[in-house]
């Protein structure tokens, strides 16, 4: 994966310029880069391209242009690239209505530990969840996650051998069967697994 860089992002004067063309392109991107699992969580699969986008558009929000301030969204959002042997993710939980989704979220305290990959007959590879800081709470979890699925060397093999790639989640309160991933979905995340 190519690295983001102080000197490879745009100035927001550029930014402003290209956002509406750059947010396009990556909206456009995302479509086979989601997956759903079950009605209320979804994975958004994270790479340089999203990620990029993700720091440009909270520089322009907080107006941030001074050196330190760029260098502390590099240092937050940099780690969701992956490093060519694995995913990353966002998982949200969503849930409409704020008084389901507060009561869902006090059931599914341990959700983002409980989310997995499979290839093809392998064991699943569980998530590891929230490397940057703890998201939940003794009372609830949050309903955003950062999830990193690290594959094995002959995982990685057989998905470029078109092994089929499915996704599931087996919390005691929202419990997803294997679920097979779209082969579109499925091409777009082999491309991040660049390392042999």
Do not use: C
């Amino acid at each position: 994966m190519p690295k983001i860089t102080r000197d490879s992002l745009m100035t927001l004067e550029a930014y402003s310029k290209a956002r509406q063309e750059f947010r396009a392109k990556v909206m456009a991107h995302k479509k086979n880069r989601k997956v759903h699992l079950g009605e209320n969580v979804t994975l958004i699969f994270e790479d340089e391209l999203t990620v990029r986008y993700q720091i440009q558009e909270m520089l322009r929000v907080e107006k941030i242009f001074d050196e330190e301030g760029i260098i502390d969204e590099l240092d937050s959002y940099g780690p969701l690239v992956p490093d060519g042997t694995n995913w990353k993710a966002t998982m949200m939980i969503e849930y409409p209505d704020p008084i389901e989704r507060a009561a869902k979220l006090a059931e599914l305290i341990g959700i983002e530990d409980r989310v997995w990959v499979k290839v093809n007959g392998s064991d699943p590879v569980y998530a590891i969840a929230d490397e940057d800081l703890e998201r939940e709470t003794e009372e609830k979890t949050s309903s955003i996650h950062f999830l990193r699925f690290e594959l094995a060397p002959d995982m990685i093999k057989a998905l470029r051998r078109d092994a089929p790639l499915s996704m599931g989640i087996d919390h005691r309160a929202y419990e997803v069967p294997a679920e097979e991933v779209a082969e579109a979905v499925r091409n777009a995340l082999v491309k991040d697994l660049t390392v042999d």
